[in-house]
């Protein structure tokens, strides 16, 4: 059981609980794979507190912390990334609680950066004398906060990886590599669950078996380093994803996590802002 004091809002909780109660439980029902909660509001002498309780997949701390793993993993041989140390389950675990049950190490890093793409006809393509990549699957929606009744244990991946999959004509079983984003550990395990690389509750079994590390595990992620140890500007949405699938499709990137045979690639994220309204996109790409 978590207590989560937040009495300097007390004052607002008190005023908006008269003509919206139910909004007051979604507001602070933004930990994913969290759905069956005991809330418990006490507005006296200022204070307000949310007792929650209950996992409903039984996703445990240490495996989200397989995705930092497996993210710092990568990170060391990128020159660029801010955090390039290797970290171990412990070590996120043991990190300070920033909104249980995410850990310090659970975040994103917050810094400065971008990046750009260039899209082209084949015939362009063709005379530049680089590996070809080429767009062969695409898929993308607006999930809106629903009036605030909003499930926070699924994304819109669940919808624009299906349109991006039945596009190029292929399954999960067919991805050789995948960028996904990764502002937090567990948002990483609800886009693999929506996406339908694991069923849903069990993401956390297949990080914590390595699955995400590329040379050993079963799908390659974000051999940049990802947002959680490579570079996270401000609402950056997705594009470095798409960059360093098509790396991998190129066979560019780093020697230590370059993914053998890489022909096919997936790359998927959300953007703007959980609970208020957000877009999810997802684009399957091929090595010709």
């Known amino acids: 059981m978590v207590v989560v004091p937040l009495s300097t809002l007390s004052n607002w909780v008190n005023e908006f609980s008269k003509w919206a109660p139910?909004?007051?439980?979604?507001?602070y029902k933004g930990?994913?794979?969290?759905?069956?909660?005991?809330?418990?509001?006490?507005?006296?002498?200022?204070?307000?507190?949310?007792?929650?309780?209950?996992?409903?997949y039984g996703t445990t701390a240490e495996q989200m912390a397989a995705v930092k793993?497996?993210?710092?993993?990568?990170?060391?041989?990128?020159?660029?990334?801010?955090?390039?140390?290797?970290v171990s389950v412990e070590d996120v675990v043991n990190s300070p609680i920033i909104a249980s049950p995410l850990h310090r190490l659970d975040c994103c890093v917050i810094t400065d950066g971008g990046g750009a793409l260039v899209v082209t006809s084949a015939e362009i393509a063709k005379k530049l004398k680089r590996p070809l990549v080429k767009i062969i699957g695409t898929g993308e929606t607006i999930n809106t906060s629903n009036g605030g009744y909003l499930d926070a244990t699924s994304s819109g991946a669940a919808v624009t990886g299906q349109m991006a999959f039945k596009e190029a004509g292929l399954t999960v079983n067919d991805i050789k590599y995948a960028s996904i984003y990764d502002n937090f550990t567990i948002m990483v395990l609800i886009q693999l669950e929506d996406l339908g690389f694991c069923k849903k509750g069990q993401s956390g079994a297949f990080v914590a078996e390595g699955n995400l590390i590329?040379?050993?595990?079963?799908?390659?992620?974000?051999?940049?380093?990802?947002?959680?140890?490579?570079?996270?500007?401000?609402?950056?949405?997705?594009?470095?994803?798409?960059?360093?699938?098509?790396?991998q499709l190129r066979g560019e990137a780093h020697p230590s996590v370059q993914v053998k045979n890489c022909d096919i690639a997936l790359a998927s994220g959300p953007g703007l802002v959980l609970g208020v309204g957000h877009a999810h996109s997802t684009i399957i790409m091929e090595r010709e």
């Open 214 to 247: 590329s040379g050993t595990g079963k799908l390659p992620w974000n051999t940049d380093g990802g947002g959680l140890c490579n570079n996270h500007p401000n609402n950056r949405g997705g594009i470095t994803k798409v960059i360093e699938a098509v790396r």
């Open 31 to 56: 930990i994913p794979n969290i759905r069956k909660q005991m809330f418990k509001e006490e507005v006296e002498h200022g204070n307000f507190n949310i007792l929650l309780t209950t996992y409903e």
């Open 69 to 86: 793993v497996a993210a710092s993993t990568h990170a060391q041989y990128n020159e660029l990334a801010l955090l390039r140390k290797v």
């Open 22 to 27: 139910h909004m007051i439980k979604v507001v």
